[in-house]
């Protein structure tokens, strides 16, 4: 002991090349640059090469991986503008079937509101990885989520929604009760969203939850996202959700995200979209009865606001993606930068030093 405690101390040039580094295992090294140059410093002209091309290519990769983020994100943006439509109509004819039924009672299993005792979470995060912190921050907020009904003494059920949560989670199977998993796509279609709003409705209307809330990450601009959680059944006739504080977001105030170019940079314009909820006409006159119109409607406005949330979601990893990608493409770029100074460096010294063995061999 006291042998190698020497060599630690005061190392020889042997102990250096036979220990490397173990003498000093126990001091941490400040940065990730400082280790990076520690490696650059102690390599050949052969080996900074070969670094110089693995760095290029990367960055190529990167770089290829952000044009195509960019291009699906335009596609995304596409999905959601194509589905206006649909949306703005359906939620215009819920609030004016509604406004005729002011003072009856909807009797639908969507709007039934009882006490909670068991809560489901719908948690949706990415399929791959490559995209920053977009899946963890999505499964902390789940975790959260789930230790604050634990505490207040609620059951929490957990559907997964994206092949990062369904990993993650089922290592931790016996800590969650999971009771769906489902896969998220790269263009989420009207069919999948139905199959997951099967899933939870089956769920909620057969009292196996009381209430279903929805773990997605919202769409703010391509260098921002915030996961947020929204109360998903029960629904108000109104056609209106409600996120845990008990605030309302009304339907007819919407927002779509558009993907442009702004002085050679891509940037994100959000626009607000506000539908016309106006009444019916007074003369108008339903074949059915309006409570079973708004009993139809109601599923279909669950799988709407569904879908939505899954092309907020995807929008986001899209995002997420590309800015992780544009990050790796410019430490890409600056590693090369010093490989490249140092390389120069390296071979200029070596010239320099065989100049100065000619001259002192023709002096000689």
């Not at 220990?19 to 490696?39: E, H, I, M, N, P």
């Not at 391509?222 to 977001?249: F, K």
């Amino acid at each position: 002991m006291a042998a190698i405690q020497g060599q630690c101390a005061r190392p020889s040039i042997k102990s250096k090349a036979f220990l490397g580094d173990a003498c000093f295992a126990g001091a941490k090294r400040s940065t990730v640059q400082r280790r990076g140059s520690l490696q650059v410093f102690n390599a050949s002209g052969k080996a900074l090469r070969d670094r110089i091309n693995s760095v290029k290519n990367t960055q190529k990769i990167t770089d290829a991986m952000k044009l195509v983020a960019a291009a699906k994100v335009r596609r995304a943006q596409d999905a959601v503008v194509n589905g206006r439509p649909f949306s703005e109509n359906l939620v215009k004819v819920l609030f004016g079937v509604n406004q005729r039924l002011r003072v009856e009672d909807v009797d639908s299993p969507l709007v039934q509101i009882r006490p909670v005792k068991t809560v489901l979470l719908a948690v949706i995060t990415g399929d791959r990885g490559l995209c920053g912190g977009y899946n963890n921050q999505v499964i902390k907020k789940a975790e959260a989520r789930h230790a604050e009904l634990k505490k207040l003494g609620l059951e929490g059920k957990i559907v997964l929604i994206g092949k990062k949560g369904i990993t993650y989670f089922n290592r931790r199977e016996g800590k969650y009760d999971i009771v769906g998993r489902f896969e998220l796509g790269q263009a989420p279609t009207t069919k999948e969203a139905q199959a997951i709003a099967d899933a939870l409705y089956s769920e909620f209307v057969g009292l196996d939850c009381d209430k279903v809330e929805l773990v997605y990450t919202k769409f703010v601009s391509l260098i921002s996202s915030d996961p947020i959680i929204q109360t998903l059944l029960p629904l108000t006739p109104q056609g209106e959700i409600c996120d845990i504080d008990g605030t309302c977001v009304d339907a007819a105030d919407d927002e779509i995200f558009k993907l442009t170019t702004k002085e050679g940079s891509l940037s994100m314009e959000r626009e607000k979209v506000k539908t016309d909820t106006s009444d019916f006409d007074s003369s108008l006159i339903f074949e059915q009865d309006p409570v079973q119109i708004i009993d139809a409607l109601l599923p279909l406005y669950l799988n709407s606001t569904l879908l939505r949330a899954l092309q907020e979601s995807l929008a986001c990893e899209l995002a997420a993606r590309m800015n992780a990608m544009s990050s790796a493409s410019d430490n890409a770029k600056d590693l090369k930068k010093k490989l490249n100074l140092k390389y120069n460096r390296q071979r200029q010294a070596a010239i320099t030093g065989q100049i100065i063995e000619i001259c002192s061999g023709s002096s000689a």
